[in-house]
Antibody
């Protein structure tokens, strides 16, 4: 069974930091790109960041809204991805999902975690 | 900051056909495949359609997708009460070098 389990969410003051983790199992984590997607309460989905596999040199890319403040990383030995969030703003308040997907001629996989809530408030 | 535009709502009675549009630009839908998600309240999104018109195993054939130019659409035929959910389109954007989602459409079964 495929599982993506996020952790590390919580309440943090504006300007503070938080590090989210995403523990994966049941699929080839090391060969897969990992994304973080967030969703503010009652709002739509917003893509946050992606890290590719070792074969793709662990290339990273970020949404403009978080670039320079957030850092995505991974530890393939632990099947875990991370999102380090610094200089947090109230508008970063959201449920953060870890997700991995790939679509090709042989089919598709598209996995999501249950999400972890980050609240930025004083 | 959604880049893809969807109507905020759509509705129909059981058995009817509902269509949801997704409008983008050349850097996203115009040059990359479109995918569709269904999100039930309090749950993570679930893949409904990938690569414009492909259904993952387990997704009923009542759901279909299409793409033309810089727009895409999701059709739900034979609408059922369990189809009441939020629907999002998604695509990679070459200019932003990131994934973009639609604004979301809430489907209501009357």
């Amino acid at each position: 069974e495929v599982q993506l389990v996020e952790s590390g969410g919580g309440l943090v003051q504006p300007g503070g930091s938080l590090k989210l983790s995403c523990a994966a199992s049941g699929f080839t984590f090391s060969g897969s790109a990992i994304h973080w997607v967030r969703q503010a309460s009652g709002k739509g989905l917003e893509w946050v960041a992606r890290i590719r596999s070792k074969a793709n040199r662990y290339a990273t890319t970020y949404a403009a809204s978080v670039k320079g403040r957030f850092t995505i990383s991974r530890d393939d030995s632990k099947n875990t991805a991370y999102l380090q969030m610094n200089s947090l703003k109230t508008e970063d308040t959201a449920v953060y999902y870890c997700t991995s997907y790939d679509y090709d001629d042989s089919g598709a996989f598209d996995y999501w975690g249950q999400g972890t809530l980050v609240t930025v408030s004083s | 900051q959604s880049v893809l535009t969807q109507p905020p709502s759509a509705s129909g009675t059981p058995g009817q056909r509902v269509t949801i549009s997704c409008s983008g630009r050349s850097s996203n839908i115009g040059s990359n495949p479109v995918h569709w998600y269904q999100q039930l309240p309090g749950t993570a999104p679930k893949l409904l359609i990938y690569t414009n018109n492909q259904r993952p195993s387990g997704v009923p054939d009542r759901f279909s997708g299409s793409k033309s130019g810089t727009s895409a659409s999701l059709a739900i035929s034979g609408l059922q009460s369990e189809d009441e959910a939020d629907y999002y389109c998604a695509a990679w954007d070459d200019s932003l070098n990131g994934r973009v989602f639609g604004t979301g459409t809430k489907v209501t079964v009357l």
